[in-house]
């Protein structure tokens, strides 16, 4: 129930504002009486509130349904298109930025390359704040007196976002040591701005649309350039005591193995990542025409493709390379089961996606090989629903969860 004791009267209803509201926006088309029979709250309370969101222009009456006998039940929804939010997928080779409404439906994406020559795995501060200033002004704004209101801008960033409201980022594997990216952001936006790490925002989209809908305790498992987690236990991401739970990728697959971009060596990510896989390609096949690609998802798909090819040398070192790649996430996730016992794991990020449709059913048998029976017939392994810009849509829900929180009320900054 929502009115519990040692509250006051203010507490109270705003509690039941951001309760009505939540329920709303996952469960549009909803009456009064479906809202109070799903919150538990009396039919008083939901008309008083309703009446106070409606008044905001944050709910909206969208219809009616017939009854038997009875006078039409008035459906309610969230005004989904006078509110629209900004995500941010910062990758290591590019910058996604999309703009989306409420219902996170997108209305405009920019695709912002980030600048070659630099050290590979590297990359600078200042170019992801342009990037970002450039697909901001690529997807734009809403006229100021269109009535529209931008809740904020969700960003995705690799590595471990600590201090917030402040948000600092540390990321070793692209160079970054307690960067201010929210400060330097706000050179370029007075937007609000929510920063997470990318996996979590991948892991959110998912819970809330995809393929950790209805489930409670979830892995999320991000392959990119380099790889990362999201743990969701009872629903809720679970960061540690000082943000940086999740860090999959450092994990030791093999004691004094191939060195990782963070600098230990044996790490997990030094044998899943699209740059490891890469890497571990053209050291087995040194003739082969992957090093040569546009990008590291041409080069994986050269991979892919070599490794269903009739025999060659370039054949079997694919297929050599894939196998030691599904070996080592399949006890990596074999060890995540026994210690974390999910209902779901989930394979998500573009290079995830691509390996998914080779890889999974090995992958699968190497992770009940190495996890107890129980829990791993508990577990279901999967692929994330969203596709690729899976990272850029949770980013998005980030103002979303603000805007459900606080029902409608927060920053008006555009």
């Known amino acids: 129930m929502a009115e519990r004791r040692g509250r006051n009267v203010r507490d109270v209803r705003r509690s039941n504002r951001s309760l009505l509201l939540r329920h709303l926006y996952f469960h549009p088309s909803s009456s009064r009486l479906d809202l109070s029979r799903a919150t538990g709250l009396s039919a008083a309370s939901v008309s008083s509130v309703v009446a106070e969101l409606i008044e905001a222009q ?31 997928d910062v990758g290591e080779t590019r910058i996604r930025v999309e703009r989306f409404d409420l219902g996170l439906t997108e209305l405009a ?26 697909g901001l002004a690529v997807v734009g704004l809403p006229d100021p007196d269109s009535g529209v209101r931008v809740l904020g801008i969700g960003i995705g960033v690799p590595g471990i976002v600590a201090g917030r409201p402040e948000s600092v980022v540390h990321c070793q594997t692209i160079g970054w040591d307690a960067v201010p990216l929210e400060a330097l952001l706000r050179e370029v936006t007075d937007l609000p701005l929510f920063i997470d790490n990318g996996a979590n925002t991948l892991g959110q989209a998912e819970m809330w649309f995809g393929a950790g809908r209805g489930v409670s305790d979830t892995l999320f498992l991000l392959i990119g350039s380099g790889i990362g987690a999201s743990v969701m236990l009872d629903g809720v991401a679970y960061r540690g005591s000082s943000t940086s739970a999740g860090e999959w990728g450092h994990i030791t697959a093999a004691i004094g193995g191939r060195l990782c971009r963070c ?28 090093a040569s690609a546009a990008s590291e998802e041409d080069a994986l798909l050269r991979i892919l493709a070599a490794a269903r090819r009739e025999e060659s040398e370039q054949g079997r070192a694919a297929r050599a390379v894939l196998a030691e790649t599904a070996l080592h996430l399949g006890v990596s996730i074999g060890n995540l089961i026994n210690l974390f016992n999910p209902e779901r794991i989930i394979i998500g990020g573009w290079a995830g996606l691509l ?12 992770a009940r090989a190495h996890a107890l029976r129980h829990p791993f017939s508990k577990a279901a392994i999967e692929v994330g629903r969203l596709g690729p810009d899976a990272v850029a849509l949770g980013a998005a829900t980030l103002p979303v969860a603000r805007f459900l929180h606080t029902a409608g009320v927060g920053p008006r900054s555009h």
Not at 119 to 124: L, S, V
Not at 267 to 284: D, Q, T, V
């Open 58 to 88: 944050v709910v909206i009456e969208s219809g009616a349904l017939e009854s038997d006998g009875g006078r039409p039940r008035i459906l309610l929804d969230v005004a989904a298109p006078r509110f629209q939010v900004i995500g941010v």
């Open 109 to 134: 994406r920019a695709e912002i390359p980030m600048p070659q020559g630099r050290e590979p795995g590297r990359c600078a501060p200042g170019d992801v704040v342009a990037g970002v200033a450039e």
């Open 263 to 290: 600098g230990a060596r044996g790490c997990l990510e030094a044998y899943i990542g699209a740059e490891s896989i890469i890497a571990r390609y053209a050291e087995a096949a040194p003739a082969a025409d992957a």
């Open 355 to 366: 390996l998914a449709g080779d890889l999974l059913p090995g992958v699968r048998e190497v």
